[in-house]
């Protein structure tokens, strides 16, 4: 138990919380208009950095986060009337949590606990404990620590597991 403790990963869990954050940051201010699907875009290019050598394929991530950003977006503003504006960070969890997911299911075990994780992430950072700094952080850690561990139970022939050998 001991052992698997001192084993985490710190240093993914740190510079996962950088990416989400500094995308988060830096999205805001390249459209103000649309400022979640720009961060969101942000957000994939700086995790998609920090992905390199652990998934694959790395690009991907930037699509289909991308894409579940635009979706949840989409959903949010047209769908979702003004007085549940909170429920923006679920969907967007949950739209991005799912095309992530599309990518992990293929390189994890369990990697239906990132759409948990990623909700759990964005309603925290969107809406309980938001702020320019937070909300990027308070993603970044609830996520990033589910992918510390998800990345620990690779699927057999991925790079994650050739890797951990």
Known sequence: MIKSILSFDWALLFLWMMATTWGWLLGGFILPGLALVTSGFMVAVFQWLVLQGRVPRPWRWIVMTTIGWIAGYLIAFYLLPPELETLTGVVIGLTAGVAQWII???????????IVFSMMGWVTGLHLLSGIFLTGIMAGTLTGMCLEVLLRNPKPGTITASSSL
């Open 104 to 114: 992990l299911r293929r390189e994890v075990h369990w990697a239906g606990w990132w």
